[in-house]
């Protein structure tokens, strides 16, 4: 039977335990619900097999720190700058972006880049997810070098309401721990119900349609490609006004990450 503990607002040394294991997977809060949360190419394989996921979308990299951010995606200076605005809001942020040369040469060659990346060989890097999982992912990245890959925690096309249950009995079968924590996740949008608040994050792509890295602004008008929101979410309002506040072309596609 899946084991079950409640956050306890510090590390969770269960789930860590659980991810230092090869192919462990876990489910942990955040501040938009619950995600499943993989290591390596087992755990990731776990991971698509527990939701029944669909390939073709972006992986998604959480991040514990900006340093870690830095090390492993490409970035220029203006889209740094937007990521810094939000780490020091406390604000959850998700980019399209992609690789570093040096740390994708440095990933293990287990296979587990075609699960956490999509065909053009970018990922979503996300940074102030929800306290839980960012204690262990800066955790994991500081002491052992391994990042997080995560997913929501629900059968795909289908949120769970920030509540542990609705992440369904399949999921809760194949993970190797559930980290309940249903008030912290509440707690992040007080003003809202179950059934109005936001269950998932914003996602700006800061790449061109062949997964390029969007080129500086410099202070210009009209640049194109410019960064463009894929998906609206949780504090969408503050994002686009740190967008407006640092670039002058941007977008809104809602829905094309697919």
């Known amino acids: ?3 079950r503990t409640h956050w306890n607002q510090t590390l969770s040394a269960e789930g860590l335990a659980a991810l230092q294991q090869p192919g ?3 489910v942990c ?6 995600i499943i949360m993989a290591t390596d190419k087992a755990g990731l394989e776990r991971k698509f097999d527990a939701k029944e996921r ?5 992986g998604v990299v959480l991040c514990g720190s900006m340093e870690q951010l830095r090390a492993l995606a490409q970035m220029n200076p203006e889209i740094e700058a937007f990521y810094q605005k939000h780490w020091d809001a406390d604000i959850l942020l998700g980019c399209i972006l992609p690789w570093r040369a040096d740390a994708k040469a440095a990933l293990p060659q287990d296979g587990r880049d075609e699960l956490m990346m999509d065909g053009r060989g970018t990922s979503c890097f996300v940074i102030k997810f929800g306290v839980p999982g960012e204690q262990l992912a800066e955790h994991l990245w500081r002491t052992e070098g391994k990042m997080i890959y995560a997913s929501s925690a629900n059968p795909s096309g289908k949120g769970n309401r920030g509540k542990v249950e ?3 009995e399949r999921i809760a079968s194949k993970v190797d721990l559930v980290i309940e924590a249903d008030d912290y996740v509440a707690s992040i949008q007080p003003d809202k119900t179950v059934e109005t608040r936001y269950e998932q994050g914003v996602m700006v792509s800061m790449v061109d349609k062949n997964g390029a890295l969007v080129p500086e602004q410099k202070g210009e008008r009209s640049v194109q490609p410019c960064p463009v929101v894929i998906r609206k979410g949780l504090d969408i309002d503050r994002i686009m006004m740190y967008l407006a506040d640092g670039f002058n072309t941007w977008d809104y596609r809602h829905g094309e990450y697919y």
């Open 1 to 3: 039977m899946t084991q």
């Open 29 to 34: 809060p955040t501040k938009v619900g619950y």
């Open 166 to 168: 609705g992440i369904g």
């Open 54 to 58: 669909k390939r073709n979308k972006p």
């Open 24 to 26: 462990g997977v876990i």
